[in-house]
């Protein structure tokens, strides 16, 4: 099995959309929630900024995330030729 | 599989469950119609929790199979929508469905810890795990492990961790199957485990994978209505908006400004609030008082005190006219008094730290962190440290990696991730609206309102379980305040159909979204316990000769025996159920998610790597709870002040070094290896190797 340019070149993508979707990821959990306490005085369909980003936003982005890597790699596959049958 | 049967197999299994969803709803409203004609409520809860489970043994005994791959991996044909729903059903578990909502009350913004933990980690699973375990297309984790490290030095390593987390997590399952049993039939609360654990048993015992995910799919669906139909109901009792995700936004403004009335005491409502926490302070300081006392005393003080109460008990009988009540309430405080110095120590501790909880202000829902800044940064620093540990964990946990070795394809299987967090999200989402909900309503129409008219679930709740709901007169003015009432958090969930006031067949629906979601979890995690050691102990390291009919034999009757023992085990009703569930996760995280990853992106790891990093990272993680969680009894100072329920912080950590270190320590995996690991990256290779099993 030997891996052509091609084949390392959809690793790269690969390995790219996922390291910008993970960092979408850590900055929604984890920047935000380090700064909750500073950005409480925003208000948002009446919630305060971190508790919505808690309670929803946070979730919806994570849903969007996983549907967008999804559609991005089934795509991909066609794009490289490493698809798989007709399944 | 061909193209047009896959699809054929897609659009029954549409037909199938769409059936199942209007049969569902038809029976909900026969037994609405029982209820108009008088069926009184008990008879109901039978009815409700009797016909589900007897509908998920059905399920099961159709699905029941003889084939391996079916048994495992119900045949590596589950579309990615329906492969989301048994996924849903799978990782939500009584936690989530009974006790989220009330975490979110009693713990406002530091709860949501908790929500987006247990959502987020799913794009780890999405992004680093699933799309290539399924390429991979074995039964087990483990037996990637095995793969990928060699030998059977790491997949042991696996079993042990699978099982040690799954046991832990089913334990909190099958508490959760017993709560509900005997809270709605009446049964002992040991003899609603074992009934319960007859429902989980009927679902995977004949059809292993396969029935655990059509009983799967079905219980999503019953989950989800249940959860969803009361909240609806209190969003338009209270908002007019039946959407409540949106409409709680102006619902938490109101009960913040409640909040504020509540805490300033200028205001008569917050004068009275002040009232009753000042009589609470006074009893905190009596207890302590008496702390003190024994300590300085000893046994002779606690002689004396007692005898000073036999000696008032006897005065009051000696009078003629004593009235019978206050006779019998002198008694039994003679009865009820300590026997010994350390029964006394223990019950005015207690009594101490009851009435100190009530002395604080109301707790802002919507604000993070709350308290002076070191407090605050400790309470910053754990949430992280929790959502993170949760998050690694799901990406962790066996019996949901496992469910993605049940789609077609790699691209169904990254698909399925997405159909999995859409259906977690639309519960996870709308537990803090409940939260929210169920708090106005608390605050603004409970409290404040005349003793002698409580709103009918109140008094209900309250002499059910005084756990789940206790209200007190403290001050003798006769109308409710706030620090007078102490709540269960379990009581939310249970009690949002009558306080939305909806008749009882919504109650006993709730009672069976609690029942499916208890059961589905636990069903897929003894699968888990038991493959990890039917398949990966028995068939690949004591006997790969063995006979298909033997490794399903073997693999039942383990499953009946875990069953068994994690229901036993169950009864003698260990510790916290929250902290068991939080520390299946930080175990999982620190365990699995290390090797696994790093097995799949980095090509230098290897098996001393991999063994190092999982024994380092589990025995990291054990040790920190056992030297820190109160139940062990040892207490050592916490690391950083990080929470035992968070040790997965440091075990991941070790976890990580672990593998880095060993690996590059020792020489690089063989040209095999390698070949494996280029597999598992592409969906489709020229010339490539084959791993799946059949």
């Known amino acids: ?87 | 599989m061909a193209t047009q049967s896959q699809a054929q197999f897609f659009s029954s299994l549409k037909r199938y469950y769409s059936f199942y969803t209007g049969g569902f709803v038809a029976f909900v409203i026969i037994v609405a119609i029982l209820e108009q004609m008088g069926v009184p409520n008990k008879i109901l809860g039978y009815i409700f929790l009797a016909a589900t489970v007897m509908l998920y043994a059905g399920i099961g005994v159709m699905s029941r199979t003889a084939d391996v791959s079916e048994y495992y991996v119900a045949g590596r044909r589950v579309p990615a929508l329906f492969n989301g729903m048994a996924t849903g059903a799978d990782w939500m578990s009584a936690a989530s469905f009974i006790g989220m909502a009330g975490t979110l009350y009693l713990s406002g913004y530091d709860g949501l810890a908790f929500v987006l933990g247990w959502t987020g980690g799913y794009c780890l699973v999405a992004l680093l795990l699933a799309p290539y375990l399924r390429k991979f297309g074995q039964f087990t984790i483990p037996d990637f492990l095995g793969a990928r490290y060699g030998g059977n030095i790491p997949r042991s390593i696996g079993v042990f961790a699978a099982i040690l987390c799954s046991f832990t997590y089913v334990i909190a399952q099958i508490y959760g199957v017993g709560l509900i049993t005997s809270r709605f039939t009446g049964l002992e609360f040991s003899i609603g485990v074992f009934a319960g654990l007859g429902g989980i048993l009927v679902c995977s015992f004949l059809g292993g994978m396969r029935a655990v995910t059509w009983t799967q799919v079905a219980q999503y669906i019953i989950l989800i209505v249940a959860y969803m139909i009361p909240v609806v109901w209190l969003s338009v009792k209270h908002t007019g908006n039946p959407v409540p995700q949106i409409a709680y936004g102006y619902v938490l403004e109101k009960v913040t400004a409640r909040e504020q009335v509540l805490n300033d005491p200028t205001t008569p409502d917050g004068a009275k609030e002040a009232e009753v926490r000042a009589i609470f302070k006074g009893r905190q300081e009596a207890a302590e008082g008496k702390l003190k006392a024994l300590e300085a005393g000893g046994v002779t003080y606690l002689a004396e005190e007692k005898g000073k109460l036999a000696q008032a008990a006897a005065d009051l009988k000696a009078k003629p006219e004593a009235d019978p009540a206050a006779v019998a309430a002198a008694d039994k405080a003679v009865a009820d008094y300590p026997v010994d110095a350390a029964a006394a120590k223990k019950a005015w501790t207690a009594a101490a730290a009851g009435a100190k909880a009530k002395t604080a202000p109301v707790m802002k829902h919507a604000e993070p962190f709350a308290g002076d800044e070191a407090t605050s940064n400790k309470k910053r620093k754990n949430f992280l440290a929790l959502v993170l540990c949760l998050m690694v964990g799901t990406a962790a946990l066996p019996h949901i990696l496992m469910r993605y070795y049940t789609t077609p394809s790699v691209k169904e299987a990254r698909k399925s991730v997405f159909w999995s967090l859409f259906f977690i999200f639309l519960l996870y989402f709308t537990a803090p609206a409940l939260a929210v909900l169920a708090k106005f309503d608390v605050y603004t129409l409970l409290v404040g309102s005349s003793f002698s008219e409580l709103p009918s679930w109140v008094s209900a709740w309250a002499s059910v379980d005084k756990s789940l709901m206790s209200i007190t007169d403290i001050n003798k003015d006769g109308i409710v305040q706030l620090a007078e009432v102490t709540i269960g958090g379990d009581l939310i969930v249970l009690a949002t159909p009558e306080i939305a006031g909806l008749p009882y067949v919504i109650t006993g629906l709730v009672a069976a979204g609690g029942l499916a979601a208890a059961l589905s979890t636990a069903d897929g995690l003894l699968l888990t316990i038991a493959n990890a050691l039917s398949h990966d102990v028995y068939y690949k390291m004591i006997n790969p000769h063995a006979a298909t009919t033997r490794r399903l034999a073997i693999s039942k009757g383990l499953l009946l025996v875990v069953a068994v023992f994690a229901a036993w085990v169950t009864s003698l009703k260990p510790g916290d159920i929250l902290f068991l569930v939080g520390a299946a996760f930080s175990l999982a995280a620190s365990a699995f998610f290390p090797a696994l990853a790093l097995g799949v992106f980095w090509k230098r790891a290897n098996k001393w790597g991999a063994i190092i990093g999982m024994s380092s990272g589990l025995g990291i993680c054990m040790y920190y709870m056992y030297m820190t969680y109160p139940f062990f009894g040892v207490n050592a100072p916490l690391w950083w002040d990080i929470n035992p329920i968070s040790g997965g912080l440091f075990g991941m950590t070790a976890g990580f070094a672990g593998v880095i270190i060993g690996s590059l320590l020792t020489a690089a995996p063989d040209k095999e290896i390698q070949n494996l690991v280029d597999h598992v990256r592409y969906p489709n290779l020229e010339g490539d190797i084959k791993t799946e099993a059949a």
């Open chain 1, 1 to 87: 099995m030997q891996l052509t340019e091609k084949h390392k070149e959809y690793w790269q993508r690969n390995l790219r959309v996922t390291g910008i979707l993970l960092a979408i990821w850590f900055f929604v959990t984890f920047v935000i929630g380090w700064f909750a306490r500073d950005l409480q005085s925003i208000t948002i369909l009446g919630f305060p900024f971190p508790f919505y980003m808690a309670a929803q936003g946070s979730l919806a982005i994570y849903v969007v995330i996983i549907w967008y890597y999804a559609n991005y790699m089934n795509k991909l596959d066609q794009e490289y030729g490493v698809h798989e049958g007709d399944e």
